[in-house]
């Protein structure tokens, strides 16, 4: 959606104890080569959205998590996840240690804990 902000606004206003959010990054060799697929498929910003999410950086993503947790109140871990290779490698997936994961992955996502 393109109101991405305030649909993550919203949805910590009303969660309880815990949120979970996960976006696509941009930064990741996975995402990246997603997006330059969907530009020379001639997909406009909105159709690649709709399509796969907005794609975050990851320091735009880190300033929206700022902009919406109560800084020193909630605690947050914000880190990649999934995969981290091409599809013609995924076989080598399972021996990546979780550190290389946590820094390449393909999607970036945030665990807020309501204090």
Not at 49 to 62: A, R
Request: proline share 4%; charged share 30%.
């Amino acid at each position: 959606m393109p109101e991405f902000d305030q649909a993550f606004k919203e949805h910590y206003r009303v969660s309880k104890k815990f949120l979970s959010l996960d976006v696509p990054c941009i930064e990741s060799y996975p995402g990246w080569r997603q997006r330059k697929k969907m530009i020379a498929d001639g997909m406009t910003e909105y159709e690649m959205m709709i399509e796969s999410g907005k794609f975050f950086t990851k320091k735009e993503f880190k300033g929206l998590v700022r902009d919406v947790v109560s800084e020193g109140v909630d605690k947050y871990l914000i880190m990649n996840n999934y995969v981290s290779l091409p599809f013609r490698l995924l076989f080598l997936e399972r021996y990546l240690p979780d550190w290389v994961r946590k820094l390449t992955g393909h999607n970036i996502g945030v665990v807020i804990e309501k204090i």
